[in-house]
Nanobody
């Protein structure tokens, strides 16, 4: 059974940084692409970033230059380093692998 557990969310001031983690189990992690998505209140879930099994990454235009996705196959973990955070980044952040979702971690950007 595939399980994903996100962590690292919290309250941060505008301009601050957070690093999210997503630990996977029950799957051959290294063979699969991973993705981070987010859902803000009243909005649809949207793609933030993806990383292929080979480490190739793609970002939403809204986070390019501020967020970095990375993976550690030995730890079966994908990370999302978020810098220069803005209030509009406030959302629940979810990771995804092969269509499986974690429960999410809340990021709130507010002064």
């Amino acid at each position: 059974q595939v399980q994903l557990v996100e962590s690292g969310g919290g309250l941060v001031q505008p301009g601050g940084s957070l690093r999210l983690s997503c630990a996977a189990s029950g799957i051959i992690f290294s063979l699969n692409a991973m993705g981070w998505y987010r859902q803000a209140p009243g909005k649809e879930r949207e793609l933030v970033a993806t990383i292929s099994s080979g480490g190739r990454s793609i970002y939403a235009d809204s986070v390019k230059g501020r967020f970095t996705i990375s993976r550690d196959n030995a730890k079966k973990t994908v990370y999302l380093q978020m810098n220069s955070l803005k209030p509009e980044d406030t959302a629940v952040y979810y990771c995804n692998i092969v269509g499986i979702w974690g429960k999410g971690t809340l990021v709130t950007v507010s002064s």
